[in-house]
T-cell receptor
Framework: DTGVSQDPRHKITKRGQNVTFRCDPI?????LYWYRQTLGQGPEFLTY????????KSRLLSDRFSAERPKGSFSTLEIQRTEQGDSAMYLC????????????FGDGTRLSIL | SQKIEQNSEALNIQEGKTATLTCNYT??????LQWYRQDPGRGPVFLLL?????KEKRKERLKVTFDTTLKQSLFHITASQPADSATYLC???????????FGQGTTLQVKP
C-alpha cells in the first residue's frame, strides 16, 4: 500500500532561508491538500488542488508561500524568507474528488527555524 | 466566526471502559463530519465519516453520532485498550470543497 509520502521528514533551517517540501499523493487521488499544524492544535488548511489546478488558498498562505502541482501528481510547497512563526508540521493529504471523501495524510514535514 | 471545540483536557480512562469524546461547533453548517486519530509525530489517520443526514455510524468498536440541532458529534470507543491511546481530531467539511476544518483534538489515555 503506497500511502501519501512526504519529503523531507524534518527540515532545520536558518531564518530568512527558502525551503521546499514535496508530497507524493496516493496515485488514484486527484485532490491534494496542504495543512499546517502547530503543537497542541489541529491541522489548519492552507491550499488544495484538483489535478493541477489550485482551487482554494487560505488567508494563512501569505505571499511567501507558493504551492504547485505541475502535472497533477506530486506537489511542492515552498516557503521563501522563512520566519520563526513558520515553524510547524506541514501535512499533505490526498483524496478522491468527491467532497465527502476521507483524506489520507502523510506523516508530514517538521520545519524548525533557528 | 466558525468555531470547533473538543474536550481541551486529556481524557484518562481504565482499560475496558467506554471512552466518549465530544466535538461541538458554532456558526457552521457542515455537510459531513470526520474523525481522525493522530499519534505523536505522525499524520492523522481517518477513522469514520458521518453525513449531515445520518444520526449514527459504527465501525467495529467505534461509534459516532451527529446531532445537527445541538451542533455536536460524540465519538465513542467501547472496550478501550491501551493501544487506543492517542489524540483524536474531529473535522468538519463544507459541501462544495474537500477543505476540512479541524478541532484542536482530545488526547485519550487508556490505562491498563
Amino acid at each position: 500500500d503506497t500511502g501519501v509520502s512526504q519529503d523531507p521528514r524534518h527540515k532545520i533551517t536558518k531564518r530568512g532561508q527558502n525551503v521546499t517540501f514535496r508530497c507524493d499523493p496516493i496515485s488514484e487521488h486527484n485532490r491534494l491538500y496542504w495543512y499546517r499544524q502547530t503543537l497542541g492544535q489541529g491541522p489548519e488548511f492552507l491550499t488544495y488542488f484538483q489535478n493541477e489546478a489550485q482551487l482554494e488558498k487560505s488567508r494563512l498562505l501569505s505571499d511567501r508561500f507558493s504551492a504547485e502541482r505541475p502535472k497533477g501528481s506530486f506537489s511542492t510547497l515552498e516557503i521563501q524568507r522563512t520566519e520563526q512563526g513558520d515553524s510547524a508540521m506541514y501535512l499533505c493529504a490526498s483524496s478522491f474528488s468527491l467532497s465527502d471523501q476521507p483524506q489520507h495524510f502523510g506523516d508530514g514535514t517538521r520545519l524548525s527555524i533557528l | 466566526s466558525q468555531k470547533i471545540e473538543q474536550n481541551s483536557e486529556a481524557l484518562n480512562i481504565q482499560e475496558g471502559k467506554t471512552a466518549t469524546l465530544t466535538c461541538n461547533y458554532t456558526n457552521y453548517s457542515p455537510a459531513y463530519l470526520q474523525w481522525y486519530r493522530q499519534d505523536p509525530g505522525r499524520g492523522p489517520v481517518f477513522l469514520l465519516l458521518i453525513r449531515e443526514n445520518e444520526k449514527e455510524k459504527r465501525k467495529e468498536r467505534l461509534k459516532v453520532t451527529f446531532d445537527t440541532t445541538l451542533k455536536q458529534s460524540l465519538f465513542h470507543i467501547t472496550a478501550s485498550q491501551p493501544a487506543d491511546s492517542a489524540t483524536y481530531l474531529c473535522a468538519l467539511g463544507p459541501s462544495n470543497t474537500g477543505k476540512l476544518i479541524f478541532g484542536q483534538g482530545t488526547t485519550l489515555q487508556v490505562k491498563p
